[in-house]
């Protein structure tokens, strides 16, 4: 299993990143993948899952602003984060639950992670 994050940057408040996930050794029609995140100092929380039967979840800090899907043929997982807030500031990382029913922390395996700064 390898999970690779990209796609974080700097952005100014209001603005929008697009995160992908690329997902290898994982089926998404039978395991869960979840962005978490985690900011200087604090710990790592969830932020959306994406579960084998396609039902999707999310933190209350982020609904109606972020919006998790997925690509089978590129084996990818994607988070779209619109209307971005300092406080979204963190590492953002992708894992992967073999049971595909939940994504309780902690995952089965996780990636390297990739930075997004929220700043004007």
């Known amino acids: 299993v390898q999970l690779v994050e990209s796609g974080g940057g700097l952005v100014q408040p209001g603005g929008s990143l697009r995160l992908s996930c690329v997902a290898s050794g994982v089926t998404f029609d039978e395991h869960s993948i979840g962005w978490f995140r985690q900011a200087p100092g604090k710990e790592r929380e969830g932020v959306s899952c994406?579960?084998?039967?396609?039902?999707?979840n999310y933190a209350d800090s982020v609904k109606g602003r972020f919006t998790i899907s997925s690509n089978t043929a590129k084996n990818t997982v994607y988070l779209q984060m619109d209307s971005l807030k300092p406080e979204d500031t963190g590492v953002y990382y992708c894992g992967v639950d073999f049971t595909g029913l939940t994504c309780d922390y902690p995952l089965d395996y996780w990636g390297e992670g990739t930075l997004v700064t929220v700043s004007s």
């Open positions: 994406l579960m084998k039967n396609s039902n999707t």
